[in-house]
T-cell receptor
Framework: DAKTTQPTSMDCAEGRAANLPCNHSTISGNEYVYWYRQIHSQGPQYIIH???NNETNEMASLIITEDRKSSTLILPHATLRDTAVYYC???????????????FGQGTTLQVKP | DAGVTQSPTHLIKTRGQHVTLRCSPI?????VSWYQQVLGQGPQFIFQYYEKEERGRGNFPDRFSARQFPNYSSELNVNALLLGDSALYLC?????????????FGPGTRLTVL
């Protein structure tokens, strides 16, 4: 089972920031938070990941609370092409026992509207 | 650079038949993972292979099998197809079996079982 909880769906106006929350209250100290998105009929696409510090790349920002029990993915200026299902995943990174598998939940369907 | 490629794009089979799906990873990537995505659900992990060895297996019956070839391409085989096997089958490649490495997904093979 997925170890994260996300809202089923969200709307965002084009050009505005989209803030997608994720709850991962049982996260372990060695688990990272990953975000992927899946545009209709395509394979999932990696967005960003982090451990405890906030992270930013060309696609998005990731804000992780101090207790690490929740996080928010921020798309600063959403466009119609950002309409997709967004998955928040926690997993261990590193170590010989880690298979690298991703456990996807239901995700959040983000609808960006003009 | 070519991304992850999968073949065929679409496939229609009948119950009881066998199917083979193929995946070519990004050049230089040695790990391949397979996921099943039923309509309306997030992808579910089936297998991971690294350097031609199975490194992880999800909760799928023995009808599902896979292998990885010396050139790191991979096949997923499903025997005795059931209606419930209808899904999008995704392949993901990465450089290593674990760690921070990003997983790149292919476009998937849409399997319909009648």
């Amino acid at each position: 089972d997925a170890k994260t909880t996300q809202p089923t769906s969200m709307d965002c106006a084009e050009g505005r920031a989209a803030n997608l929350p994720c709850n991962h209250s049982t996260i372990s100290g060695n688990e990272y938070v990953y975000w992927y998105r899946q545009i209709h009929s395509q394979g999932p696409q990696y967005i960003i990941h982090g451990l405890k510090n906030n992270e930013t790349n060309e696609m998005a920002s990731l804000i992780i609370t101090e207790d690490r029990k929740s996080s928010t993915l921020i798309l600063p200026h959403a466009t119609l092409r950002d309409t997709a299902v967004y998955y928040c995943i926690v997993r261990v990174a590193g170590g010989s026992s880690n298979t690298g598998k991703l456990i996807f939940g239901q995700g959040t369907t983000l609808q960006v509207k003009p | 650079d070519a991304g992850v490629t999968q073949s065929p794009t679409h496939l229609i089979k009948t119950r009881g038949q066998h199917v083979t799906l193929r995946c070519s990873p990004i050049s230089g990537h040695k790990s391949v993972s397979w996921y099943q995505q039923v309509l309306g659900q997030g992808p579910q992990f089936i297998f991971q292979y690294y350097e031609k060895e199975e490194r992880g297996r999800g909760n799928f019956p023995d009808r599902f099998s896979a292998r990885q070839f010396p050139n790191y391409s991979s096949e997923l085989n499903v025997n005795a197809l059931l209606l419930g096997d209808s899904a999008l089958y995704l392949c993901a490649s990465s450089q290593w079996s674990s760690g921070f490495n990003e997983q790149f997904f292919g476009p998937g093979t849409r399997l319909t079982v009648l």
